[in-house]
């Protein structure tokens, strides 16, 4: 006979009890482990891929708007399930928790399919408006539609690793994320060379090798939930959609989701406007720059698997209405984004060609490069204190700060300032748009957290 999970005592979750040092180690360690064994295997990726061509690595780099926007769906609502989900766990409601948790995967399921359609129909057309060259052409449309049209893994992986964190149990992200990964680092040359009877497949087969990752790390979220999170508890009544819930998830999910399409968009743009060099340069500024956000990710994504314990852990506090615990949890996630920050800053300055030279890149591909890597990490300092300080808006329902502040560093400041650099047909004096547009997303950043102190903070130490 089957055993039910047995329910935790209300008030006894870790996330209000821990010492906040303590629990912010605790949770946050696993998911920013994984998050690092995510950003190896996406610079893994891209050195497997340049070991077939520039274009290759061009491929990848236009392709990157689209994977970015898949995955910033994911994020979008698994967020917004968090957030509820967290909210409603501090506050005791199970019921609204557990609902929390089937509507969230009822909106997965309507984005993957979304994405599928594209996948099938506008994966083509996509490459064609941005490149003449075959190579780029051919091998971007097939790592595009693979990844679009296979994209629920990544949903659910996304959903289920949420679903972990919102209940304080971190731990099991660091072996689904980190077993997603590590099986597409070891598939990758697998399917891109072609070894034993795995016929070649070039840049096809690194979107094979990741949808193979991702499904493999959705099932083991979803049996970790199933069998250790007594704190969710699916039933059919759950996947009912409901305003009630919906609103909420939507509420802190779409601004997630429209920073990532802002993301996307700035990408786009940037690709387009590093393209317009191409007679100077040909291709290779739109594949330093994917090159790039591979390394970047080596220090953001610790910060975001940061601010995914962040989240959880003052949205727990907000609801349990425990103020000195979402002050102290800021501050020490704010000194920790900082340090991270530092870390790649150094790395960038120090180290630039080391870190390049992984790419198999040519002289002038160096020399851009170099450049890029240098001046865009002035903006890493302030890029912590925006990223950091609005997990907080999201934990308190107030994402639509953090959708305003990516608007005025993306597409207010960043995409124009890079334009009007790249009329001086210097591609070097581009990368400037980046510190540029973060000392205003950083000031606008520093004002919402102060509005909201004042209008949700602020008022719990007075009751």
């Not at 690595?57 to 236009?62: G, N």
């Not at 984004?337 to 030279?357: I, R």
């Not at 912590?384 to 400041?413: D, E, K, P």
Request: charged residues 10%; hydrophobic residues 50%.
């Amino acid at each position: 006979m089957a055993t039910e999970k047995k329910l935790p005592v209300p008030g006894t979750n870790k996330m209000g009890t821990m010492p906040v040092g303590r629990l912010l180690v605790n949770m946050a360690t696993p998911i920013i482990i994984a998050m690092l064994v995510q950003a190896l295997y996406n610079v893994v990726d891209s050195v497997y891929v340049s070991k077939i061509s520039e274009n290759a690595v061009t491929a990848l780099s236009l392709a990157f708007p689209v994977q970015n926007l898949l995955i910033g769906f994911a994020v979008g609502i698994g967020v917004g399930v968090n957030a509820l989900l967290s909210k409603s766990l501090g506050e005791g409601d199970r019921e609204q928790a557990n609902r929390a948790a089937g509507n969230g995967m009822v909106l997965a399921l309507i984005a993957a399919g979304l994405f599928l359609i594209f996948g099938l129909v506008g994966a083509g057309p996509y490459f064609r408006m941005q490149s003449d060259v075959t190579e780029t052409v051919q091998g971007g449309t097939a790592y595009t539609a693979i990844c679009c049209i296979f994209s629920l893994g990544i949903f659910v992986e996304v959903l289920g690793e949420r679903l972990l964190q919102g209940s304080g149990r971190t731990i099991y992200t660091l072996v689904t994320q980190g077993t997603g990964a590590v099986v597409n680092i070891i598939l990758d040359p697998i399917f891109i060379f072609g070894w034993g009877p795995v016929p070649e497949m070039g840049i096809a087969g690194a979107a094979v090798a990741t949808i193979i990752g991702q499904w493999i790390a959705a099932l083991l979220a979803v049996f970790f939930n199933l069998k250790f999170n007594p704190d969710v508890q699916f039933s059919l009544p759950c996947f009912k959609l409901r305003k009630e819930v919906v609103i909420p998830i939507l509420t802190v999910g779409i601004p997630s989701i429209v920073m990532n399409s802002i993301g996307s968009v700035m990408n786009f743009g940037m690709n387009q406007i590093l393209l317009g060099f191409k007679h100077l340069h040909g291709e290779t500024p739109a594949g330093v720059f994917g090159i790039y956000f591979k390394l970047q990710s080596f220090f953001f994504m610790p910060l975001f698997g940061l601010n995914g314990a962040t989240i959880s852990i003052i949205a727990y506090n907000y609801g349990a209405r425990k103020p000195e615990r979402i002050i102290k949890t800021q501050k020490l996630a704010l000194g920790s984004a900082l340090a991270m920050m530092l870390t790649g800053f150094a790395a960038f300055q120090l180290v630039p060609d080391l870190l390049l030279s992984m790419f198999n890149p040519t002289d002038a591909f160096l020399e851009i490069g170099r450049a890029c890597l240098r001046t865009i990490s002035w903006s890493f300092p302030l890029a912590a204190i925006c990223i950091s300080v609005g997990s907080c808006f999201q934990a308190l329902g107030n994402g639509i700060y953090m959708t305003i502040v990516s608007l005025a560093r993306q597409m207010f400041v960043l995409l124009p300032v890079a334009y009007l650099m790249s009329l001086s047909g210097n591609v070097n004096l581009v990368w400037l748009a980046y510190p540029i547009a973060e000392i205003a997303s950083s000031s606008l950043t520093v004002f919402f957290f102060l509005r909201i102190y004042r209008q949700k903070i602020k008022p719990l130490f007075e009751n």
